[in-house]
């Protein structure tokens, strides 16, 4: 079946505190952008990427496709305001019948197996949300202050989120309501459920700097692994 990745890469980064968004930062001397794009482009040889960057930086975008990929496998479109409208856009590209990723460009140390198991998935049910289970305790706010919660009954969400073109691209012909955080959020107000995989520890979203420190760790460990 055809497969597309959305690679959503549409935020300013602000708190990152940099210049450039932060998908255009360096990790060991490329771009975040260059981890992600290469992955999924590594992962089947039939995946076509659109990559939704923000207006203002489609021509950098391009510089990135051009040094280092076959850009005939890529294509670019403008973010909107919101992750919703951002998705939107790219799903507008999307010509056939297919499974689609839809993925923070930021989280960039995902792996071929996160992204083949989401597709088994999303086969077999029509979605599949990538989440790992939370080792912290957990706490949620009420209104007489604040109560425990069962950890062990709370995931924590990730992408890849993969679903069927049957599934997504009409569930994004829905009004927008500030609820939608992610794909997932989208699917159920359409009325599906959705189906979980599990992630991927490392596969964390570079947010502030420290997450640069501790991806440019990861990503030397996984390099040493390799060789």
């Given at each position: 079946m055809k497969k597309y990745a959305i690679i959503?890469?549409?935020?300013?980064?602000?708190?990152?505190?940099?210049?450039?968004?932060?998908?255009f930062l360096l990790l060991n001397n490329k771009p975040l952008l260059y981890y992600t794009i290469n992955t999924f482009l590594a992962a089947y040889d039939d995946l076509q990427i659109i990559l939704v960057l923000p207006v203002d930086y489609t021509d950098m975008g391009q510089e990135v496709i051009d040094a280092y990929f076959?850009?005939?496998?890529?294509?670019?479109?403008?973010?909107g305001d919101s992750r919703f409208q951002s998705v939107k856009n790219g799903l507008?590209?999307?010509?056939?019948?297919?499974?689609?990723?839809?993925?923070?460009?930021?989280?960039?140390?995902?792996?071929?197996?996160?992204?083949?198991?989401c597709y088994r998935q999303a086969v077999e049910t029509g979605t599949a949300v990538p989440a790992i289970c939370s080792h912290d305790s957990v706490r949620l706010l009420t209104e007489d202050g604040n109560e425990?919660?069962?950890?062990?009954?709370?995931?924590?969400?990730?992408?890849?989120?993969?679903?069927?073109?049957?599934i997504l691209l009409p569930a994004f012909q829905i009004d927008y309501k500030d609820k939608f955080t992610d794909e997932a959020t989208v699917v159920e107000a359409f009325g599906m459920k959705i189906s979980l995989v599990e992630g991927e520890v490392n596969n964390i979203k570079i947010t502030r700097p420290i997450d640069?420190?501790?991806?440019?760790?990861l990503l030397q460990e996984a390099e040493q692994g390799n060789q």
């Open positions: 959503v890469a549409g935020g300013s980064g602000l708190r990152m505190g940099a210049a450039l968004p932060k998908q076959d850009k005939s496998r890529i294509q670019i479109t403008a973010g507008q590209l999307v010509e056939d019948e297919s499974i689609i990723f839809v993925h923070d460009g930021v989280r960039c140390l995902l792996t071929t197996d996160l992204i083949h198991r425990v919660a069962d950890r062990n009954q709370v995931m924590l969400v990730q992408t890849p989120q993969t679903f069927h073109s049957k640069l420190v501790v991806a440019a760790q």
